[in-house]
């Protein structure tokens, strides 16, 4: 008896679009922002609340575009990438990968 030969990737995140990845990323962070302005308010000062909430802030602009008859400038634009806000990336990571 022949075995089954499976030509396909069973499970995995890789029959996902780059817009789905993206979406997850985004609410990842949002909710991972919402637990660190929690932890800020919440936690008593200490180390704990030092390490949870401190984070790093990239930033990108002011960017200015000319389009001939319209000219305007978008930014700046920065993402505060904190401990909290990369756990908020994951939860939402594994509730996407367990309910699709």
Known sequence: MAGRVSSGVRGGS????????????????????????????????????????????????????????IKFSLGPVALDVSLLSLVGVLVAYLIARSLF
């Open 14 to 69: 890789s029959r996902h679009r780059p817009g789905f990845h993206a979406l997850v990323l985004a609410i990842g962070f949002v909710v991972g922002s919402v637990m660190q302005q929690a932890a800020r308010i919440l936690f008593p000062p200490g180390a704990a609340k030092q390490f949870l909430t401190a984070g790093i802030t990239p930033s990108i602009g002011p960017l200015p575009v000319d389009l001939g008859m």
